[in-house]
């Protein structure tokens, strides 16, 4: 429980972004005598989703990766493309362990406070405070996660789609899969015309989780993608009996809207709320870990937090991806069916990770030469 209402840092939300970030200060002896306030209602103490992810080296994170693979396949109505993913490998973390993992390191700092509350409000005048259902804080800076209201409202004057989904994790009698590879998009079973795929994430040979997933601009009715889990498992799968051990459903906004302009002096935008999922694929994790980093290095230079969070080249790259999917959503097997089976692996994780060389980008961009993309191009100049 805080002792006082003020705090140098308010952190809202205890999601990815918030937890990361009250990590890395936590961390930095730099910033040992700030006072920081997480904000959230949830104790968080429940699996809501998981996070995957690739890196070359070991990080912090190697205590709670779930499992691990260096290989992946890309299935698409025409092509089975095989990837060998060295030097890198595609983790995935559950939720609940990233919540436990960060609780328990910040639990133990002395100036950091976590309040479980809902905030209703911030408001920046001479003082930044902190409204929640129970009290009101203030602080020298807030760290903002809840997505703004005029993304929604105003959502039809920037490039959205949904990456929206839902996934079972099964366990079946007998060994039914290969636990060395991830199925990182299957294209076989799809909803109409519509880019939909099948995600598969083997944890052992005997459980796995298998998700179905939309890139559109509308959700569906829960039960539709409960039959096509049902199917694929049956018919592409091969798996008869199986128990769902857990599920997990999500909407990720995929967007070129411009969060940056609810930053300020005061107030820094982070997470889905700052616009740090990646536009063009909804991965946020290693992006989420590279933004605060830099929102340290802000913080100690004393300069504006979300000074240079993106680079603008790729935010032009995601931004032509979009209006693609947006205008011709059909076009979405085939994206990526020349994104893998064009370029090599390592090169797209490099272009994912926005660490390409500008002649990679060009090789990939050539990869996609087509009308559609030619039209994406000029629309969006």
């Known amino acids: 429980m805080a002792e ?41 103490n429940t699996n809501d989703k998981t996070w995957s992810f690739w890196e070359k080296e070991s990080s912090q994170w190697d ?26 490998n595609y983790n995935t ?33 001479e ?21 703004p209201e005029e993304f929604s409202i105003q959502n039809n004057k920037s490039i959205s789609i949904i990456q929206h989904f839902k996934g079972w994790i099964i366990k079946t009698e007998n060994n039914c899969f290969d636990d060395s590879k991830v199925i990182m998009m299957d294209y076989r079973l799809k909803d109409g015309n519509q880019t939909t795929f099948m995600y598969v994430l083997p944890f052992s040979t005997t459980e796995a989780l298998v998700e179905f997933t939309y890139f559109t601009e509308n959700v569906v009715e829960e039960h539709i993608y409960d039959n096509f889990i049902k199917t694929y498992i049956k018919d592409y799968l091969k798996i008869d ?3 769902i051990l857990e599920t997990e459903q999500g909407q990720i906004p995929m967007s070129n809207f411009d969060f940056s302009k609810f ?16 536009g063009s694929t909804g991965y946020s994790f290693k992006h989420t870990e590279k ?26 790259y995601d931004k032509v991806f979009l209006k693609v999917l947006k205008d011709e959503n059909h076009k979405g097997e085939w994206i990526f069916k020349q994104f893998y089976g064009k370029n090599s692996i390592q090169t797209m994780f490099r272009f994912l990770d926005e660490e390409s060389t500008l ?5 990939i961009m050539w990869s996609l030469f087509s009308w559609s993309f030619i039209k994406a191009f000029f629309k969006t100049l």
């Open 4 to 44: 006082s209402s003020h705090f140098d840092y308010i952190i809202i939300g205890n999601g990815l972004a918030g937890l990361q970030l009250a990590l890395k200060l936590s961390e930095d002896n730099f910033f040992s005598t700030k006072t920081i306030a997480l904000i959230d209602p949830s104790e968080k």
């Open 63 to 88: 205590s709670i990766i779930s499992k691990s693979w260096n290989k992946a396949s890309v299935l698409t109505s025409e092509k089975d493309i095989q990837l060998d993913l060295k030097p890198y």
């Open 93 to 125: 973390i559950k939720a609940l362990d990233f919540y436990k993992y960060a609780k328990t390191k910040l639990q133990t700092k002395d100036n950091i406070h976590f309040i479980i509350e809902s905030v209703v409000s911030v408001e920046e005048n």
């Open 127 to 147: 003082d930044l405070l902190v409204t929640t259902n129970n009290s009101t804080y203030s602080a020298s800076h807030v760290f903002d996660s809840r997505v």
């Open 241 to 243: 009996t199986y128990t």
């Open 263 to 278: 930053n300020s002096n005061k107030i820094t935008k982070i997470g889905t709320g700052g616009g740090w999922v990646k």
């Open 291 to 316: 933004k605060v980093s830099k929102i340290i290095e802000n913080l100690k230079a004393n300069q504006r937090p979300s000074r240079n969070l993106f680079k603008q080249k790729f935010k032009f």
């Open 359 to 363: 002649f990679e980008e060009l090789k």
